[in-house]
C-alpha cells in the first residue's frame, strides 16, 4: 500500500476536487470552436452523396462567384502538390479530397473557403459535381467474391482484402475441438458504432509568411504525433510547426487520426495567407471521421463435461471501410483483439482475422477501447455464457472454475501476452456479493414460473491498456513511450508539463497528486500543461487508457529525480551526508533528529539562492517513460433487466461494476470514469448504430438515428473495488478509463439472453432495440 | 455578415443591453458567440438534440442553435456567462464541482442552463423530476448520475434558509 499523505498535501487516493472544473462551469473553456484570430476566415466540406461514383466532372465558377468566398480546393488542386492523399495511421493511404472516384457516402470532394461560415457553406451548395455510379459494396462478406467490384484500383493488389492476421497454435486448437467432450460456438457481430464526443472535430491553422511558421489548434488527443504527421506529409520543417490541442469537448479515440479537414485548412491557409477554421457538423463527424468496431466474429471453445475450458478459436472479419485508418500500433493490425482468450486459464488459442475494403467510411478507431480489447471481452464473455447454457451451469460458477487463478500471474496467455497481475475471482464475488446474485436467482425462477421475463447477466473482463513497451508498441514507427518535465519554482510551486492530452479525465488533477504524492508539494501548488507542441515533452498522446500507465508514471519517476536532487541540496542546508536523511512527503530530516528537518519548500528556495558548490542549480527533471509491459485493470460487471413483453423494452433494473484498476489517484475521478464508460457501454448494447443500406446510404449519420442516451434512459450505476496494484508500474496503477465500455456491452447482453435463455435464445446481436427483442418475443410466441 | 438585408435588434444579455445589425437567419447561437464573443454557449450537434445551446430566453430555457438571432429581438437572454463567477459561484456550479458532474465540460453551461430554468420551476425536485429536467441535454462523459447530485446540492443550497447579517 503506498502512504497516504495528507488531505491538504492530496496525494494519491484522495478524492480532491477538480482543478479544471473553475474555468468549464463558468463557460470560460477554451474549445476549438472558441479559438478566435484576426482575419480567419471558414472552410466547408463539399461531401459526396455516392457511395461509390466516379467523378467526371467538378464546378467550382459558380461557387468562386459568390461574394466573399475566397477559394474552392479539389483533389485535383491538392494532387499538384501532392497532397491528395495523405498517409492513414495504419499501412494505407487516404484520399484528403477525391480525385477519380470516391469510395463511400460523405467523403470530401472540395473545401470551400469563405469569410464567414454561412457564406462558405452556401458556396458549397453551388460547387457542382457530376458523377457515375460504380457498383457498391456493402457487405464485407461478399468483398472477396469473384464478381465483387475492386474499391481500390489505386494499390497494387487487385483485391479487397487489406490483411490476414493470425496468431496462437491452430494445429493444436483443432486437435481441441475435435477431441474435446464439449464445444460451444457464437457467432457475435459487434456493429459499426461512433465515439460521438459531445465536441465534433475541427481545428484553427494560421500560417505566418513572415517567420514560416504554422500554428495549428486542433481538437487532437495527440498532438506531437500530428505535428511528426504535419512535417512528413506537408514537408515542413517540424520546429516550425506548433499544434496546440485546446480544451477538448470529449475525444473516446474519435480525436486521435488526422482528417481531410485538417490539411484542407491548412493548405488553404498556406494559399490565402489568413488563418483557416474548419469545425465538423455533427452529420459530418458520424458519417466521416472516426467510426469504430464493425467486427464479425466467430468463436469457439473446447472444454470438458465439468466446463473446464481447453481452448478458444476465434475467426473474425473486420470492416475497415473504404481507407484503413485505424489508428493502432503499427505490428497488429487487428490491435490488442489477441486478449481475447479473457480471464480464463485455456491451454490453446488461435485467433484469426481478416480485414476488408467497403464502400463505407474509414476507420477502424479504438473508441474507449486499447485497439480492439472491446471487441475481444465481448466476444469471450459472449462465449462463456454460451458455453454455460450449453452445459446448464450457473454462468458465475461456469467463470469461476476457469479463471486463471492469482498465483499464476504473470500469465503468459495462450496468444503470447504477459498478463501482469490479476485476482478476477475476488472482482466477481464483491460483485455478486453487492448485486445479492442468490436471491436474483430465486427471483428469476420464479418469475419464470409466472412467464415473466428477468435477466442477470455477468462479465468478468480482462484488460490490457497502457501501450506501450517499445519493443512491441510504435505508430508510424513512433515508439509508444511518453512523458512528463516538472520544473519547481523557487517558491516551492511547480509545472509539469506531459506528452499526454486530457479529453476530460482531469489530468490537470490526477498529475498534480502524483507530484503531490512524490514530493509532498500540494496538489494544489502543481501547475499541469498539455498540449502545446512548442512547450510540452514529446509524447504519443491520451487515447487507449495510457495516460496513467505511461505519463502518470513518468510523472512519478520525474518528481523522483527532483527528489533525489532535492535531497543533494537537503544535506548541504543540514550539513549532514545524504545517507544520514530520510524522506516523508513534503521533507528530509536528519534521522534520529526529526526536529532537524527541510522542506521541499525550504529545498526548493534553496535550489535557486542557496546551492552546494559544483551542484547544478535549479530544481527539475524530465521523464520518459518506455513501460516494460503494458497493464491488465479488469473487472465483474453485472446486470439486471426486466422486460416488457408488450414492448419488447429492455430496463436496467441495476448494474453493478467491479473494477480494479491497481492503485487509484483519484477515486472520484475514477469513479466518474466507470459511470461515464457505462453509459456509453449501455447506448452501444442497446441503442447504436451505423449501418448502410445497399446502396451504401448511411443509416445512423445524424443524432436523430444514431441515439445518445439522456439522463432519463441511463440508469443509477452501482460501483466497487478490488485493489490488484501493477507489480511494474512505479506506483502499482492500471490505468481505467475503457474498462466500462470494454466491459459493459457483454454484461447487458447476457442479461437479456439470460431473460430469454429458457425459450431458447443463445445469442442476439446488438443494439437490442425494442423492435428487435420483440420480434424474437413474437417468434417465440410470448408477446403479451 | 452585414449585409444590406441586416436587420437591426436589441436583446438584453446577462443584464445588458446589445443592438446589432444581423443578417435575418443568423442564428441566436452565433449571434451569443461570435457576435458578443461568449462562447461559453456551445455548438455540439446544431440539429437540437444536444442542448450544448441551452440559454434562458426571458426565463425559459431554449435551444439558441435552432433560433434566429432575430427572434430575441427586444427579449432578455442568460446565458452561461450571467450566472456566476469564481468570487460568486451559482450554487448550481458549484454543486458540479463538488459532485463531479462534469468531464470534459462540453456540455456544462448548457446542462447548468435547463437545470436553472428547473430549478426555477420546481424548487424541490426529486430526482425524477431533474432526469426529465435535464433530458432535453446530453452528456457523453458522465452517465448523468454526478449531474443529478449536482443539481440536488443546488436545490438544497438554494432552498436553505438564508442566514440574515
Redesign the interface.
Known sequence: MLAKTSPEIGGMGHPIKRKEDLRFIQGKGNYIDDVQLPGMVYGHMVRSPYAHARITAIRTEEAKKLPGVLAVITGEDLAKANLAWMPTLFHDKQMVLATGKVLFQSQEVAFVVAEDRYTAADAAELVEVDYEELPVLVDPHKAQDTDAPILRDDREEKSNLIFHWEVGDRAATEQQMKSAPVTALVKAFFPRCHPAPLETCGCVIDFNSATGKLTAWITSQAPHAHRTVFALVAGLPEQNIRVISPDIGGGFGNKVPVYPGYVCAAVAALTIGRPVKWIETRSENLQSTGFARDYHMEAELAADKDGRVRALRVKTLADHGAFNAAAQPTKFPAGLFSICTGSYDFSQAFCEVDGVYTNKAPGGIAYRCSFRVTEAAYLIERAMDVLAQELKLDPAELRRRNFIPPEKFPYPSPLGWSYDSGNYQGALDLALEKIGYNELRKEQAEKRKRGELMGIGISSFTEIVGAGPSHTFDILGLKMFDSAELRVHPTGKAIMRMGTKSQGQGHETTYAQIVAQELGIPAADVAIEEGDTDTAPYGLGTYASRSTPTSGAAAALAARKVREKARKIAAHLLEVSEEDLEWEPGKFSVKGAPGKSKTIQEIAFAAYTNFPQGLEPGLEAVHYYDPPNLTFPFGTYVAVVDIDKGTGEVKVRRFVAVDDCGNIINPMIVEGQVHGGLTEGLAIAFMQEISYDESGNIQGGTFMDYLVPTAVETPSWETGNTCTPSPHHPFGAKGVGESPNVGSPAAFVNAVVDALSHLGVKHIDMPLAPWKIWQILKEKGVTQ | ?TSKRAVDITVKVNGKEHSAAV?P??LLV?FI??HL???????????T??G?CTVLLDGRAVKSCTLFAVQADGRELR???G????SA?HPL?EG???K?G????????GM?MSACALLEKKPHPTEED???G???????????????KAVQYAAEKMSAPTPQA
Request: some cysteine; aromatic content about 6%.
Open positions: 455578415m443578417e437567419r443568423l452565433h458567440r461570435e464573443a461568449l462562447t461559453g454557449t456551445h455548438v455540439g450537434c446544431d440539429t438534440n444536444c450544448a446565458t452561461i456567462e450566472v456566476g463567477n469564481t459561484l456550479q458540479f464541482k463538488e463531479h462534469l468531464q470534459c465540460g462540453f456540455c456544462t453551461p447548468i431533474i432526469r426529465w435535464i433530458s432535453g441535454n446530453l452528456c457523453r462523459c458522465t452517465g448523468y448520475q454526478n449531474i443529478v
